[in-house]
T-cell receptor, first 113, second 112 residues
Framework: DAKTTQPPSMDCAEGRAANLPCNHS???????VYWYRQIHSQGPQYIIH???NNETNEMASLIITEDRKSSTLILPHATLRDTAVYYC??????????????FGQGTTLQVKP | DSGVTQTPKHLITATGQRVTLRCSPR?????VYWYQQSLDQGLQFLIQ???????AKGNILERFSAQQFPDLHSELNLSSLELGDSALYFC???????????FGNGTRLTVT
């Protein structure tokens, strides 16, 4: 399984962009990068995913390097409600309708006023 | 609201007992996943079902079992409970194995 490495914690000022890095140097060509977040023991919330192109949705942008060995999740204007643990996950086993997510320790993002 | 419903929200029981956790997936989703989150272990994948069939198994103990019913809801059965089984148990669903997972808000199990 491809592993991910994230910093354990980060701070961000409210209203500024939060840039969360993730390394996944052993990613395979057909593996996607997924981002989830978990706010204080609630269920993890899907944010965004991508294969090799940059992606953007109403929540965030995902920038994947050309060699796919790392990615950055960008929250363009962080609010206090974005304080959470953010998980970067490489999704494994797409065949046969499997598709489990293996969570690491994630990055705790603290948005400060 | 993710559309995934888990019941009950909280469960307190004694060691040695058996409990059943229930999950209703989002409308139209065929896959159900179960995860356990304890303080010292993070989010651990337990098991996945797709349209009633087991598709993937993680670190699920032999004391635990699950099934997915024809109406696609799922139940996780935990037996011979130990103090270490105290945790949050999350259910997630997806349309296929390639769709994003959407998680419920979990069942908090406390074993005393």
């Amino acid at each position: 399984d491809a592993k991910t490495t994230q910093p354990p914690s980060m701070d961000c000022a409210e209203g500024r962009a939060a840039n969360l890095p993730c390394n996944h140097s052993t990613i395979s060509g057909n593996e996607y990068v997924y981002w989830y977040r978990q706010i204080h023991s609630q269920g993890p919330q899907y944010i965004i995913h991508g294969l090799k192109n940059n992606e953007t949705n109403e929540m965030a942008s995902l920038i994947i390097t050309e060699d796919r060995k790392s990615s950055t999740l960008i929250l363009p204007h962080a609010t206090l409600r974005d304080t959470a643990v953010y998980y970067c996950i490489v999704r494994v086993e797409w065949s046969g309708n499997t598709g489990k997510l293996i969570f690491g320790q994630g990055t705790t993002l603290q948005v400060k006023p | 609201d993710s559309g995934v419903t888990q019941t009950p929200k909280h469960l307190i029981t004694a060691t040695g007992q058996r409990v059943t956790l229930r999950c209703s997936p989002r409308s139209g989703d065929l896959s159900v996943y179960w995860y356990q989150q304890s303080l010292d272990q993070g989010l651990q994948f337990l098991i996945q079902y797709y349209n009633g069939e087991e598709r993937a198994k993680g670190n699920i103990l032999e004391r635990f079992s699950a099934q997915q019913f024809p109406d696609l809801h799922s139940e996780l059965n935990l037996s011979s409970l130990e103090l270490g089984d105290s945790a949050l148990y999350f259910c997630a669903s997806s349309f296929t194995g390639e769709s994003p997972l959407h998680f419920g808000n979990g069942t908090r199990l406390t074993v005393t």
